[in-house]
């Protein structure tokens, strides 16, 4: 068994549909009720929740997005690259790790409304990362675009959108 299965086997974590695999290990008992969130929200949500993700070399996060706001965490293996575009077309490279001397986080804010994915960019390696959003994940609030909708909104950042979308 690989380190991976290993991990996978271990923590139960399952395909996750924008790549790699998850587990849900948290979602808050308490509830926000859709009357005091802000108006993007349709139904209650969770205070919060977070997940175990683990991204292999061989795959990516594809471009997505969700409503809220996502705080990311490293654990182990490789280094992470985050890939993010927010609102305004601008792109911003974040890479999650130990190595802070090189510019490595072991914590990153990917913000609500942003386009997002992961990669792991050592070969034949993995990462695996934490993830807790606030409020509470929901995939109502999840998007996961084809290339063609999210070039034609940044067309500058034409090639990273092609390695990093599935459709």
Known sequence: MTKIEQIVKELNLEP????????????????????????????????????????????FSAFHKIKQ???????DGSPLCIHSIN???????????????????PQYLVKGGYWF???????????LVGCTVAPGFDFADFELPKAAELIKQFPNHQKIIKDFTRI
């Open 69 to 75: 706001d996502e705080m990311w965490h490293f654990y």
């Open 16 to 59: 996750h549909p924008e790549g790699g695999f998850f587990k849900e290990t948290y979602r808050s008992e308490g509830i926000i009720g859709q009357d005091v969130l802000e108006k993007q929200y349709q139904g209650d949500r969770n205070y919060s929740t977070g997940i175990y993700f683990l991204l292999t070399s061989e795959n």
């Open 117 to 127: 994915a992961a990669s792991v960019p050592q070969q034949n390696t993995y990462s």
């Open 87 to 105: 609102p305004e077309g601008i792109y911003k490279k974040t890479m999650l790790g130990r190595n802070f001397s090189a510019g490595e986080t």
